[in-house]
Every structure is written in C-alpha cells, then in structure tokens.
C-alpha cells in the first residue's frame, strides 16, 4: 500500500492561522497554542545550517526533523537532497523508500541517488533507469537527469543510445566540461577516436576537467599510434618540476620520431636532476637516434662504469653500438641485458630488451635472428603493435608470405586493441600479396569499420601492395561514410598521383595545404610532387622548407628538401640535406634517399661515391630503378 506523505505547506499554512489577527480568516474552533508542529523547528534550522555550509549539523537537524515528522514529504526531499550532494546516496535512497509517494522533486532525488549507487552497483542499472525516466516524465528537466541517464544506458552497454542524449544534452551546454567528457567517453567506445580526440583536446586546454582530458588526450593519441603528438600535447602543459611526466612525454616523442624535440626535453630534466640514470640514458639513446653515435657510446660507457647492472644504460649501449655499425658489440650488450631480465620473460623490462634487440638485428639485415627474439616475448599484449610491426617484417624481408599469415593468426588470440587490428591487416596483407582470395574476408571489415582507425589501416595495406586503384575508390567511399577526414583525403590524393592522375592529386593536396597551412606532411608530398616533376620549384622551396621547420628531423622531408635544391642547381645544399638525411636514418630500409645523394653525387663529378649510392639504393628498393640504372650505365660509360 502506497504510503501518504503530509506536505510541509499544509503545516506552514497552519501556522500562518494561528498567528493571524482575528477577522483576517474565520476565526478557529480553538485557541491555537503558539508551538510550531513537529518537525518544523528542526526542518528549518536544518536548511539555515544547510544553507550557510554547516553540512553536518544540517544533517543532525533533518534527522531530528524525520524523527518528528516522519510522514513530511519536503523533510525527506530535503534531507535526500543533501545527502546525494555530499555522497552519502544509499542512505537518501533509504529516506526516498520507492514504497512513498514522491512529488516531482521527490523523485528527481532519488533518481540522483540511484545513479550514484548504480556507478557502483550494477545490478541497479534497471532500477536507475526507470527512475530517471519517472523523474524526467514528471516535468523535470534538471540536466543532472539527462547526464545519469546517458550514464546508465552506458553503463547498460547501450552506448549508441548513450551518445543520442548526450548529443542533445550538449545543444544547450556545448562548452560544458563534464558533457564533453562523458560524449568524448562515449565516441571513443564507439569507435569514433578521432570525434573523441577533438573533444578531448578542447577540454584539456583549460577548465576543471582539464587534467583528465589532457590524460584521455594522451592515452587516445597513444592509441591511435600518433605518440609524437602525444608527447607534443604533454609539452603544451608541462612545467619544469614535472619531472616524471616530462620524461614520458621525451619517450612519447622518442617513438613518434622527433628526436631533437625528445632531446630538448631530456635535457630540461637533467637541468634539475643531473644525476637522473634514466634521463642520462635516453640522452645517450638520443645521440644515437640524431646519428651522434659516438658522443652516445662515450657518454654510456663512463656511466656504466658506475651502473653496469642498469639496463636502460645497458640497453642504450646495444642500441648506440649497433648504430654506429658495430653489431657484435651491440650483441654482446643485448645478451647482457637479457641475463638481467630472462627470469620473468612476461615482465616490461623484458618485452621491451627482446623488442630492442629485434629492432636492431632487422635493421642490420638479420630478420631469422631478429624473430628469434620476439619468440622470446612472454607477454604479447604488453609487447603491442611494435611487436606486431616486427613480426611481420621478419617474414615480409624473406618473402615468406603464408608462413607470415600463419604466424599473424597464431599470435591474434594473444593481442587487444591496436595490435590486433594491426595484425589482421598484415594478414590481409601477406593474403594479398600470396592471390589468395581471403584477404578481401579479412580486409573488407576494416574497410567498412566505423572506426577511421581501422580504416586508415586497411588503405595502408593496399598501398603497400601498391593497389592504387582500390585506394582511391576505399578512400572516397570511406569519405563518404564517414565524413571528409584529412587522413583520407591524403591518402586519395597519393592514391591519384601514383595512378598518374596528377591534375586531381595536385588540387586535393592544395585543399589540404590551404586549409591547414602547418600540415607538414601535406606541404612536403606537394612540394616534392613540385620538385620531382621539375615544376613550381620556388614554391616547392617554400612548402619543403615549412614541412622542415616544422619537423627538422624528419628524413623524408630533409630528402624533400635536398631533392629540391637539386632541380634548383644547388648542388652543395642538396648533398647537405641529404647526407643529413641519411644520417637520421633515411637508409633504412628505404633507397630513394640513397639513391638522390648518389644522382646529386654523380652531377658534382664524384662518380665512384655516386656509384656506391645509387648500388646500395637500388638494392634497398627506391621509387624508380629504371632510371637508377640509366644513371649507372651512364656512370659505367663515362669511365670506360
């Protein structure tokens, strides 16, 4: 039986009788006894004491009030009231008894407190649910409801639903830090990564949710294997004293390949802690990454004298060793680092020695002994798209394409996230480069994800396997679903380019410069489109020389550049560029920058060193080898 509640108004009212002058209302059968009813005197010193922020004497008095007047409806809205402010939500849905007859107001309470217990409680999920929608049935437009009840269907596993009433939410409060946190949530459960990474991004700038979305910005970067902007975004907020979070910001920077601004940052740390192991060993690691191997080697060796059972110092050492060429050595040190970590082969420190020694034995031309190491791997989740990355390669530099399908599908079970996607795109790579029919089965998913990520990473298949054709047409189908993207919009223009349709690849990768003139990656592909054609070569100039400045360690842009000064007849600044270039490691595994110093080489009148490049570079593998052979039958006729 539904329990009546006495309005505190009927009370007042009450009271106001019996203190009204006789004549102003029909005089009362009774003479009234000056005394306030029960409940009234407690109930209004409660909202006194509430009001002037005494929360736990306010308490004690609403207590009291309910002792007294326990069927009083605004005593126990009240008092739910303020204990779903300060946290205490169990004991409000206690007072709101579901079995009581609540008003408008009464039911909005104890929706609010039902939702916070669901965040806890799964099993009120349902509950919660149908009480938000009585409170909001009920006229009450409080967006604290609309906010739980986008958190309850989320929660729910109902996201899509979720992510509507957020949206309309978010109409009136676009800028309201907690809505753009839970639809940044939202979005990114629901594939939409870069939708999410907007939001993300707005909220971090500033604003009390500034510090979490700056994370989520972080993780979510990370995620979508962009950990140079990353570490950039962390540099945006970072003070000096910040000292643990500016060394992962140099090691975010570090793996997304901006090596001097990684350097920079190290050396903001060591500023303030100069005798800090790991920071000293990313520097050295640094050094090496920028070419500076032996002032790397030099600096690793005093500090190992000190630590020679340190193994970032350790692992510094291998990586510096084996890129100044010495790949013994370099062995030497990774079977040292290994006898440090090889009893808990699941652990981080040894994921991340087996995936440095992997990285190094490709490098130096060694992909069996590389898969050696990451069998070594004891925990494949935490190894994560590098390993993958690595794995693959193995079997792509020995053309072992079904084998690399096996191993791929072998290791799927083991992965989460990024990896796995990872992985089912190179399978579908190896399947496509062996005819086999499944690759289509495996990367149409990918194709048609609602998830641009998973998109982007189907397309850099078929661009590996140089199946331009699908490329444009996936990439303006995606377009179209998913809205123009800068990312797919590049990737068509390349697509055009490479299918000789230059007209339209020179007018998108236009769009694309106009519209973001700080694009580096856009201004140096037309730039160097430019240059490689031998046409707009001033302003080729002006568009590498942005990408540079704005990435001055990238080799594909140093080579861009050189290219450039080439055509222009600057000889000296194009055998500057890209020696530089090389020196940031252009030579791995890409011969195109070989083999331009060996054409700028070969015009100055050094035939043999030119010979030696353009050799190397061919048989590396660069952009067009019928011309590279031209270059060296014409070097081989010279000379006869």
Known sequence: MVKKLIHIGVALAAVVMATMPLGAAEKPQAQPSGKLPDGLEPYLEARVLEANGHYRQAMEAYARSLEEAPGVVEVRVSYGSLLVDLGMAERAVGILDP???????????????????????????????????????????????????????????????AEKAVVELRRARPDNPRLMVLHAGLLRE?????????????????????????????????????????????????????LDALMRAATLLLDGGRFQTSLDTVRRVLERAPDSERALALEAHLLSALGR???????????????????DLVLAMAWSTGREGNQEEARRWLDRAWGLVEDDPGSRDAVRCALTAARLELIAGNPMVAREWLDRVGDLEAAGVDYVRMLAETFRREEQWQKGVAALVRVQPSLRGRAQSEAEALEAEFLLRSNDPRAWRRLRPLLESEDL????????????????????????????????????????????ENLDRVEESEELFSRLVA????????????????????????QALELIGRAVSLDPENPAYLDSLGWVHYRLGDLDEAEHWLRRAIDLGGDIGDGTILCHLGEVLLAGGETEEGREFLLIGLDKGCEDPEHVRSLLSRADDANR
């Not at 609010?112 to 938000?132: G, H, I, Y």
């Not at 009585?134 to 109902?158: K, T």
């Open 453 to 496: 990520a998973d998109v982007l990473l189907a397309l850099q298949v078929l661009q590996t396997v140089e199946r331009w054709q699908e490329v444009e047409g996936e990439a303006a189908a995606a377009s179209e679903r998913l809205g123009e993207d800068r990312n797919l919009l590049f990737i068509r223009a390349a697509a055009l």
């Open 99 to 161: 079995a009581l007859e609540l008003d408008g107001e009464g039911l909005r309470v104890r929706a609010l407190a039902l939702a916070q217990l669901s965040a806890r409680n799964p099993d009120l999920l349902d509950q919660t649910e149908q009480a938000v929608r009585a409170a909001l049935d009920e006229g009450e437009n409080d967006p604290n409801l609309y906010m739980a009840l986008a958190q309850v269907l989320q929660r729910s596993g109902r996201p899509e639903e």
């Open 293 to 311: 191997h032996p002032e790397a080697v030099a600096r690793l060796r005093r500090m190992l004298k000190k630590n020679p059972d340190n193994l």
């Open 515 to 538: 519209s973001e003139p700080d694009d580096a990656s856009a201004a140096n592909y037309l730039g160097y489109l430019w240059a490689d054609r031998d046409v707009n070569l001033d």
């Open 190 to 242: 629901l594939g939409r990564r870069e939708e999410a990474l907007e939001l993300y991004t707005r909220c971090a700038a500033d604003g009390p949710a500034a510090a979490g979305c700056r994370e989520s910005q972080v993780e979510l970067l990370v995620e979508l294997d962009r950990p140079g902007e990353a570490g950039e975004a962390m540099l945006g907020w970072l003070r000096d004293i910040d």
